[in-house]
Antibody, heavy 119, light 109 residues
């Protein structure tokens, strides 16, 4: 199983950041998996952003919830992240990851994609 | 929200040392605790899940313990490949959310 993030590397302040994670080597519709987004600002630690369950249920970091939407397109084996009203504080390396319900730990990660918020 | 406090933030050790990293949750999380290793420029790698279960392919010198609010990652004999940053991560089963600790950088002494 491989995950690959894609999306613009540069987003202007106040605009919406949109990223897609493509799953290959397996199906995103498999029972009992979460699919999530995690970010890491330069030189800092990891922050969970949001996850979506295979059934479509969504879960958000309370500190970001008002600006985040996660969705899934099972026909394309993709899930996506939208983060609105971005500021420089949203500049980070964004990872997508799989986390099985039975473990609730991220066992497969994408390579990450860097997003810079700047005018 | 459940907060995770990881300590120490930096640890200096030598090859062959026994290393212990601690993670404390602000409230009980049962055994929903994972540990990751991250090297510069790389995605995190899962080491331990459900507090003490070793991920497939991870060397047995890594072990995890704890439950409730106090958890420990132990490296029994530090190897050159182990110098990295380690993160704990909790799962709140009651209101599904995931939170990472601040990280512990293991440096060469």
């Amino acid at each position: 199983l491989q995950l690959l993030e894609s999306g613009p590397g540069l987003v202007k302040p106040s605009e919406t950041l949109s990223l897609t994670c493509t799953v290959s080597g397996g199906s995103i519709s498999i029972n009992s998996y979460y699919w999530g987004w995690i970010r890491q600002p330069p030189g800092k630690g990891l922050e969970w952003i949001a996850s979506i369950y295979y059934s479509g249920s969504t879960y958000y970091n309370p500190s970001l919830k008002s600006r985040v939407t996660i969705s899934v397109d099972t026909s394309k084996d993709q899930f996506s992240l939208k983060l609105s009203s971005v500021t420089a504080a949203d500049t980070a390396l964004y990872y997508c990851a799989r986390h099985p319900y039975s473990r609730s730990a991220m066992d497969v990660w994408g390579q990450g994609t860097t997003v810079t918020v700047s005018s | 929200d459940i907060q995770m406090t990881q300590s120490p933030s930096t640890l200096s050790a030598s090859v062959g040392d026994r290393v212990t990293i601690t993670c404390r949750a602000s409230q009980s999380i049962s055994n929903w605790l994972a540990w990751y290793q991250q090297k510069p420029g790389k995605a995190p790698k899962l080491l331990i899940y459900k507090a003490s279960s070793l991920e497939s392919g991870v060397p047995s010198r890594f072990s995890g313990s704890g439950s409730g609010t106090q958890f420990t990652l132990t490296i029994s004999s530090l190897q050159p490949d182990d110098f990295a940053t380690y993160y704990c991560q909790q799962y709140n089963a009651y209101s599904p959310t995931w939170t990472f600790g601040q990280g512990t950088k293991v440096e060469i002494k």
